[in-house]
Each structure stands twice: as C-alpha cells, then as structure tokens.
C-alpha cells in the first residue's frame, strides 16, 4: 500500500491519500487538490513534489 499524506506539502493540511500503486495515490492526490483549490490543472513539478512524498505503508492488504 501506498500513501500521500498532504500535510507533508501543504503545511496543516490533513487529507490523505491511499492505494495499491503509486499511479493511483498520485491521480487521487491530484483530484484532491483541484477539488479542494478550483484548479483545473496541476503543475507537472507540483506532481512530481507530491511523488517525492509517498511512502510505502508496508500493508500488503488490499482496500475494498
């Protein structure tokens, strides 16, 4: 499992998000923030910095 918690970022911010693959975490973060901001678009280097924040929570378990 994989895991993008936002207040690494976005300073007390409190959201998180959480899947299988990187790929996944990284569509979710990006709904998030366009959801949460009214942004249409976010940054390639904005995608990138919230890459650089995932980490690997160690659960083989998969959410249903």
Request: aromatic share 4%; charged share 40%; glycine share 6%.
């Amino acid at each position: 499992m994989k895991r993008f918690d936002s207040g690494t970022l976005i300073p007390g911010s409190t959201w998180r998000a959480e899947a299988d693959n990187e790929a996944e975490v990284v569509r979710q973060a990006v709904e998030k923030l366009k959801t949460l901001n009214g942004e249409t678009e976010v940054r390639p280097d904005m995608v990138e910095r919230i890459k650089e924040r995932i980490v690997d929570t160690g659960d083989t378990q998969t959410r249903h």
